[in-house]
């Protein structure tokens, strides 16, 4: 039996709806580019950042936000590194981005890239990944608390927990799950990720348990015939005291000026702004936290410091 943790993610549904005052592009700005913005992934296509990416370059384009194009590139070599590599060998160029995950930190931590999250230039938190623990929907388990007591009965070993990648995000909320509670797995790296779980809740093939977040998603519509994204709770509430979320950032490269990181934060407003961001927020599932500026320069500070700790504990530093 294959119990899995799968980052959520959705398909995105665009509307149609214009909101031209909003998304007009501004008559002046202290910079703008001059041009083409290239918008860089470290990580392959078709996965959550890619997806937000070429969400953003999508709504950038049809509002016309700016006058200069936008291109998304993939560069997800030795997990991010090729992308964070070349970001920040470009130091004071103000027309390349990237979008961050949380292998901000655990590409560093793990491997030997030189490269920290200090080399770029934050500029906005644009929401947070949830991270929900699914089982088979046949298994008679209905609550975290009736899992972990059977993960525990039947020995080190014996259940499998799936996630996406190794020494990421999803192993990682393994080890916190199994110092907490005593608990033993054997880690399973899967390809593919939330897209594949929520489909497999809607088949009946899944049930979820608990989401790693300290408050319930907001998010009502049914999903399945009986459950919503909010009528999961919270592995907190359940008596699993673990807490997890990803982040969708977007970054910089470092030297760059004030007036160029605003004119990025006014133009992620702007897509924030648009009908659409509504629905791949709820799509998605996000913890639609947001933050620029020195709130969200402490914030990844914050988070750095923690996955050190988390990684460390996981054995997962690089030697």
């Given at each position: 039996m294959i119990i899995s943790t799968y980052q959520v993610r959705g398909s995105v549904a665009l509307l149609t709806a214009v909101a031209a005052t909003v998304l007009s592009a501004p008559a002046f700005a202290a910079w703008e580019?001059?041009?083409?913005?290239?918008?860089?992934?470290?990580?392959?296509?078709?996965?959550?950042?890619?997806?937000?990416?070429?969400?953003?370059?999508?709504?950038?384009?049809?509002y016309k936000l700016m006058k200069h194009a936008m291109v998304v590139i993939n560069k997800g070599g030795g997990a991010g590194a090729e992308g964070f590599l070349d970001v920040k060998d470009t130091k004071g160029d103000p027309h390349k981005l990237i979008?961050?995950?949380?292998?901000?930190?655990?590409?560093?931590?793990?491997?030997?890239?030189?490269?920290?999250?200090?080399?770029?230039?934050?500029?906005q938190m644009m929401a947070l990944d949830e991270f929900v623990l699914w089982v088979n929907a046949e298994a008679p388990y209905k609550t975290p608390k009736e899992y972990i007591e059977a993960v525990k009965k039947a020995g080190p070993g014996k259940f499998k927990m799936g996630g996406t990648g190794s020494k990421q995000e999803d192993q990682i909320i393994t080890v916190l799950i199994e110092k907490l509670t005593g608990a033993k797995f054997t880690y399973i790296s899967y390809r593919g990720g939330?897209?594949?779980a929520v489909q497999l809740w809607r088949a009946g093939t899944l049930r979820p348990l608990c989401v790693f977040d300290s408050k319930r998603m907001?998010?009502?519509?049914?999903?399945?015939?009986?459950?919503?994204?909010?009528?999961?709770?919270?592995?907190?509430?359940t008596g699993l005291s673990v807490e997890y979320l990803m982040l969708r950032g977007i970054f910089m490269p470092g030297e760059v000026t004030q007036d160029q990181v605003n004119f990025y934060i006014d133009l992620l407003k702007k897509v924030r702004a648009a009908p659409e961001w509504k629905t791949f927020m709820e799509l998605g599932a996000f913890n639609q936290t947001v933050m620029s500026g020195k709130d969200y320069e402490a914030w990844v500070a914050r988070e750095e410091a923690r996955h050190f700790l988390l990684m460390k504990d996981a054995g997962f530093l690089v030697h």
């Open positions: 580019p001059i041009k083409t913005v290239e918008f860089i992934v470290p990580a392959g296509t078709g996965g959550g950042a890619d997806q937000m990416a070429r969400f953003i370059q999508g709504t950038v384009a049809k979008i961050t995950l949380s292998n901000l930190f655990t590409t560093p931590l793990s491997t030997n890239t030189p490269f920290n999250w200090r080399d770029l230039t934050p500029v939330g897209d594949v907001p998010y009502k519509a049914k999903i399945t015939k009986t459950m919503s994204w909010y009528d999961i709770p919270t592995c907190r509430g």
